[in-house]
């Protein structure tokens, strides 16, 4: 198991999903990569942190809020 390799990995998608995340709150449309759906994104004020999601629900992003 390399664990470097995992960690990128890992950085990668999280700034894919900040990317993503972005582009939804600048009101911009973004489909999700597996069903190809809108993804939407809600707010969690009681746990700060936004919710993406597509309606099929195979994407779901939680992100914090910075
Ligand atoms: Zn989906």
Redesign the pocket.
């Known amino acids: 198991m390399d664990f470097s390799q995992l960690n990128k990995k890992f950085a990668q998608n999280f700034n894919d999903q900040k990317a993503i995340l972005k582009k939804l709150l600048q009101g911009k449309a973004v489909n999700?990569t597996?069903?190809n759906?809108p993804l939407s994104v809600k707010l969690n004020e009681k746990e700060a942190e936004f919710l993406v999601s597509?309606k099929?629900g195979?994407?779901q992003l939680t992100l914090e809020i910075d």
């Open positions: 999700c597996s069903c759906k597509c099929t195979c994407t």
